[in-house]
């Protein structure tokens, strides 16, 4: 069956200390990898997708950058964080019958 | 650009009361998705319709897709603690979820 893990599960950084989380998905092959944002109390913002390796789409200008190094893997990066790159961040990976699978998440909080 | 707006933002109901939030978008959409999320946790998926007029149950879960696949809604019967949490829509042919509606149940 398919998974989707994605660490760590709290975070806690400086602002201008860079960002790396990492998503990972099992029991599929050429999966389509997202990356969104929650803010405390609010929706789901799309922030990357991707439809393969080395293939990104950006949906919001921001402080962050994206990257597929390998079939099954989804980076979400940043430099230098921001008090705003606060929030509740998901990956989740899509199959047309069942929906989107959303990792358990990451909560950020840049101080 | 495309939008989903959802309705109401936030919802308080006496446990066995019911419950409905409502999806509408600006354009047709080819399928729409429902999700839960707990407090603390991550959107579940519930399902998902795509012909034009469909309903689907589950148990006391009723979702229904209208005509003119624009606009979508979840009701709850009799609503229960456990329904506690957060239930957003997605037009995911266009990557976009509802704002959420965040129901609270009081025992």
């Known amino acids: 069956s398919q998974t989707i893990h994605q660490w760590p599960a709290t975070l806690v950084q400086p602002v201008g200390s860079p960002l790396s989380l990492e998503c990972t998905v099992e029991?599929?092959?050429?999966?389509?990898l997202y990356w969104y944002r929650q803010a405390a109390g609010r929706g789901l913002q799309l922030l990357f997708y991707?439809?393969?390796?080395?293939?990104i789409s950006s949906e919001v200008p921001q402080n962050l950058s994206a990257s597929r190094p390998q079939d099954r893997q989804f980076i979400l990066s940043s430099k230098k964080l921001l008090l705003s790159d606060s929030g509740f961040y998901l990956c989740?990976?899509?199959?047309?019958?069942?929906?989107?699978?959303f990792g358990s998440g990451t909560r950020l909080t840049v101080v | 650009g495309q939008q989903v707006m959802q309705i109401p933002q936030y919802q308080h109901v006496q446990e066995g009361e019911d419950f409905t939030t409502y999806c509408n978008s600006s354009?047709?959409?080819?399928?729409i998705q429902w999700y839960k999320q707990r407090p603390g946790g991550h959107p579940v998926f519930l399902i998902q319709?795509?012909?034009?007029?469909e309903v689907k149950k589950q148990k006391r879960l009723t979702f229904q897709f209208g005509e003119a696949k624009k606009n979508s809604s979840l009701h709850i019967t009799a609503t229960q603690t456990t329904d506690v949490g957060t239930y957003f829509c997605?037009?995911?042919?266009?990557?976009?979820f509802g704002t959420g509606t965040l129901l609270a149940v009081q025992p």
């Open positions: 989740a990976w899509s199959e047309a019958v069942y929906g989107y699978t």
């Open positions: 354009t047709t959409l080819s399928n």
């Open positions: 991707s439809v393969g390796i080395g293939q």
């Open positions: 319709l795509v012909k034009s007029g």
């Open positions: 997605g037009a995911t042919n266009k990557l976009i």
């Open positions: 029991g599929t092959s050429n999966p389509n």
